[in-house]
């Protein structure tokens, strides 16, 4: 069992959660996830990003929104609880290079979780950093003061405005690859509609772009071929050739169209799990 060792609300729906993994905090860089299964009984598999990790203290940290069964099972568990396997670390870690124009980092939503290792390491590296960071709306910023601490400039946009500017984050994109001193690089992580229009925000001024795919994925080694996408004229497996790819090359159309092949199940599927959620509300149980 892999101990909680800290757990903590960060919004309506997403929560953090330190978990003992000595091992896996030892070996883990920036860009790299583990899968996550509840139970021995063939339960749900799910790739969830590190999003921080302390080596002395032999933790990682992931964060998640409690969106599908597994999450908000997950949700549930409390400090001092076991989760049964956790695996990893996997992925391509992101290449990392010391640039000498700035490094743009693109955090949208709950994908400003596994941004914050990025924005550290390339911090580390000696880059000048710039994060811009967007939600619908003010509730749904999070680790605002950690990428306040860690980037030379942070611009924050929401739809409705209710912090930041009221904006979507390609419009201070493309006003950075406007200005005198272009982004050497651009990393975007979020939603794939905010991935895709943030890779074609870039595209005119030919400036590099690497976003973090986040597929479907069963069983993270590349043999049950879920999270493949079409990256240029090849087939691509996120769990071993990524998760992160030049957005420039990725056929965003064409993974949305897979990704949502299950909609309707998964429509049934939070029915269900919003009937849970109310019960437990009734009953005096926070979820």
Do not use: W
């Amino acid at each position: 069992m892999i101990e909680i060792l800290k757990k903590e609300q960060l919004s309506s729906d997403v929560y953090l959660m330190k978990l003992h993994a000595p091992h896996i905090a030892q070996s883990r860089r920036a860009g790299q996830f583990v899968i996550l299964m509840m139970d021995d009984n063939y339960g749900e598999r799910i790739p969830l990003t590190i999003a921080d990790g302390n080596e002395v203290e032999g933790s990682i940290t992931i964060i998640f929104q409690a969106v599908g069964g597994t999450t908000l099972q997950l949700s549930r568990m409390k400090e001092g609880e076991g989760i049964s396997h956790v695996l990893g670390p996997l992925g391509t870690p992101t290449h990392i290079r010391k640039h000498s124009s700035p490094v743009v980092c693109v955090g949208g939503g709950i994908g400003t979780a596994p941004l914050y290792p990025i924005v550290q390491a390339f911090k580390a590296a000696g880059n000048r950093v710039i994060t811009i960071m967007g939600a619908r709306n003010k509730d749904l910023l999070i680790l605002e003061n950690e990428m306040a601490e860690l980037s030379d400039e942070l611009i924050i946009c929401t739809d409705d405005g209710s912090r930041g500017r009221k904006a979507l984050v390609t419009e201070p994109l493309k006003e950075l690859c406007e200005s005198d001193v272009p982004p050497a690089e651009v990393v975007a992580i979020g939603p794939p509609v905010m991935m895709k229009f943030c890779s074609e925000t870039t595209r005119p001024f030919a400036v590099p772009t690497v976003v973090s795919l986040n597929t479907i994925m069963v069983d993270g080694t590349g043999m049950c071929g879920g999270c493949r996408v079409t990256v240029g004229d090849s087939t691509k497996f996120v769990c071993v050739d990524g998760p992160e790819f030049d957005g420039h090359k990725v056929d965003f159309n064409s993974m949305m169209s897979r990704m949502s092949s299950y909609k309707e199940q998964e429509k049934e599927h939070q029915c269900r799990m919003d009937a849970l959620a109310k019960d437990h509300i009734k009953g005096g149980t926070q979820p």
